[in-house]
């Protein structure tokens, strides 16, 4: 099975609205990070996030992670139109350090204007 | 500074047929991975290689697909005989360094390739 899951697999929200996207993952990381994805594009970097650390935040998005319960949240206020996307959490599992990252199958995003 | 370039952008291919997909990572950096994206799903790894060397291959098939960094041009992900399963967006990405905290990845667009 996968090391990030991310869930739910979709959201549809209306503009302003807050969107919540939840990872899950099995294996102690490193760092876990968050990539946005546009329809038939590569992946864009969002965020990351370090094992020791509980919150973060940029702009309109706030990243949290909890280790007891290897899990992490993706928070976007005042949702837009243009934020409408797929969203992967990535996780580089302690032990395989920089070796690769393994991306969960992505919460595909849609705000309606 | 270029982004990471991949192509071509689409590539169609008959099955049995080779695939050639390049990849040019961003300006001074020497480290690439290759994924693998099916519709609506997550990405998958496939290989990540640092110049001249292959360091992790743990996720590509054995049989047919091959890859490799040479010292001089693009990171090339060779797909042999191409099978309809092979049909996918084949995403590249770099790093600057071998990745560790604080480093992230830059995506190319992909090449989406479809075996007809």
């Known amino acids: 099975s996968q090391q990030g899951e991310e869930d739910p697999q979709a959201l549809s929200i209306q503009e302003g609205e807050n969107a919540t996207m939840n990872c899950s993952y099995k294996t102690s990381i490193n760092n876990l990070q968050w990539y946005r994805q546009n329809s038939g594009r590569g992946l864009v970097h969002l965020i990351l996030i370090r094992s020791n650390e509980r919150e973060k935040h940029s702009g309109r998005l706030r990243v949290t992670l909890d280790t007891s319960k290897k899990s992490s949240s993706l928070l976007i206020t005042a949702s837009r139109a243009a934020d409408t996307a797929s969203y992967f959490c990535a996780t580089d599992a302690k032990d395989n350090y920089g070796q690769n990252f393994v991306f969960g199958p992505g919460t595909r995003l849609s705000v309606l204007p | 500074n270029a982004g990471v370039m991949q192509n071509p952008r689409h590539l169609v291919r008959r099955r049995g047929q080779e695939a050639r997909l390049r990849c040019s990572p961003m300006k001074g950096h020497s480290h690439v991975y290759w994924y693998r994206q099916l519709p609506e799903e997550g990405l998958k790894f496939m290989v990540y290689l640092q110049k001249e060397n292959i360091i992790d291959e743990s996720g590509m098939p054995k049989e047919r697909f091959s890859a490799e960094f040479p010292k001089e041009g693009p990171s090339i992900l060779r797909i042999q005989q191409v099978v309809r399963g092979d049909s996918a967006a084949y995403f590249c990405a770099s790093s600057p360094f071998r ?17 007809l």
């Open chain 2, 99 to 115: 990745l560790r905290d604080e480093e992230k990845l830059f995506f190319g667009s992909g090449t989406q390739l479809s075996v």
